[in-house]
């Protein structure tokens, strides 16, 4: 009963498409646009779902209220007295060269004023494929070098920029294990983009320098047999490796395990990191957050399907739960705010993965790619591959999209 409580409390919203949108399938033999909206009307359209007042329509007047005719999924927002999902998914800081400006009445903004928008992709373009050769498990993206790096079993393989408009070139490296056996399941690339860990069917961490050329800088022993997923602190200082019943916690400065902490067997595939908190899911259905220094579990949410993904924004405000259903559970780091967006799709691998500027994200669902704005949810383009897509990484520019799958990589350009 208290699960249901629980899942009744989520409010929906709804991931909706502009009338105009097209969507083209992507053949392996031919380069091919997946067409979306035009640039100009996805400036002025993207906020507008769900556009939130400072204040509230009661305290502006009744003639705010007779100019307003919010949608149900504005009111839900609106109903959220002042905590809503907004601005922590713009962009904060110095203006950018990839951000266009605008007058606009944008959440956190004073009516007038000049605000900073950043671009969001409005089209895609499949440039090249990379052939790693067997199934690629995990993927990286390095923006200051545009190096691909493919994971899977038995090696890594570089490709250098040159590579990625291209379909049949030789990569520029091959990082092959000592125990063919091996697999890489997980990676993370730190981000200064000059450092790379990996984890997955091996009793060890990998910690990789990248520059000049890839190698081993360390090997971290771990206590299981099979690392899932890795998490990284935003200073890459404290790593979190998900194994089968527990998580380990490592200082990478130091290359010392700081705990094993236990958590529930089946609840233990993902993990993602903010802060002091972090957060662990898997087949058992439930979303647990635990407190990185007490080890004390925090919250508990029954979500009733199993849990592919998590990952957070680059606010570290907003943490998103991928389901094996296509569902996009939403959560605030701190408050008790929860929404849930559905694709109605059921998947073997549900990835997520969030643009640097925190403009938009990447979702992919089996075979197809879908480009969501943050935070109105309007779904900027969709594509389709001919396998499914075992993982995918953006470039902390967002020049690139590349996703992995069965015995290559796709590579795609970002068009805006």
Excluded at 88 to 98: Q, V
Excluded at 166 to 174: I, M, S, V
Excluded at 212 to 236: D, E, F, M
Aim: with cysteine.
């Amino acid at each position: 009963m208290s699960g249901e409580k629980e899942e009744n409390s989520f409010t929906i919203l709804r991931i909706y498409d502009e009338p105009e949108e097209r969507k083209y399938k992507s053949e392996d033999s031919d380069i091919s646009i997946q067409h979306g909206l035009k640039a100009q009307s996805q400036l002025d359209e993207v906020y507008d779902i769900p556009q939130w007042p400072i204040v509230s329509p009661a305290q502006q007047g009744s003639v705010y209220q007779k100019m307003s005719s919010p949608t149900p999924q504005q009111r839900a927002f609106q109903a959220l007295d002042g905590s809503e999902l907004k601005a922590s998914w713009l962009s904060a800081g110095e203006p950018r060269e990839d951000a266009e400006f605008g007058s606009s009445y944008l959440p956190g903004s004073r009516f007038g004023e000049v605000v900073v928008r950043p671009k969001t992709p409005h089209a895609l373009l499949k440039v090249g494929r990379l052939h790693h050769g067997k199934r690629v498990c995990a993927i990286a993206i390095s923006s200051s070098t545009h190096h691909v790096y493919t994971c899977g079993h038995g090696y890594i393989k570089v490709w250098d920029k040159s590579a990625l408009h291209t379909w049949n070139k030789a990569p520029r490296a091959q990082l092959n294990f000592q125990d063919r056996r091996n697999c890489v399941l997980t990676c993370k690339l730190f981000p200064d983009e000059q450092s790379l860990i990996t984890g997955g069917v091996s009793r060890t961490l990998t910690l990789w320098d990248l520059a000049p050329t890839p190698r081993i800088r360390a090997q971290l022993a771990s206590t299981g047999p099979i690392c899932y997923s890795l998490a990284l602190s935003s200073n890459a200082q404290i790593c979190l490796a998900c194994f089968k019943g527990f998580v380990e916690i490592w200082d990478l400065q130091n290359q010392i395990l700081i705990r094993k902490q236990e958590v529930p067997e089946y609840g233990s595939r993902c993990v993602d990191l903010i802060g002091n908190k972090f957060w662990t899911g898997g087949e058992d259905t439930r979303l647990y957050s635990w407190d990185l220094r007490s080890c004390q579990k925090l919250q508990q949410l029954s979500l009733h399907h199993e849990i592919l993904s998590i990952t957070h924004d680059p606010s570290e405000e907003w943490v998103l739960v991928g389901l094996r259903t296509s569902d996009i559970i939403i959560l605030h780091s701190q408050r008790k705010e929860k929404f849930k967006a559905s694709i109605s799709k059921y998947v073997h691998h549900h990835n997520l993965k969030f643009a640097s500027s925190g403009s938009y994200f990447v979702t992919t669902l089996g075979e197809s790619i879908h480009c969501l704005a943050a935070p109105s949810l309007q779904r900027l383009f969709q594509a389709e591959e001919s396998t499914e897509i075992m993982c995918c990484d953006v470039s902390s520019d967002s020049q690139y999209l590349v996703t992995g799958s069965k015995n290559c990589a796709s590579v795609y350009q970002l068009l805006y």
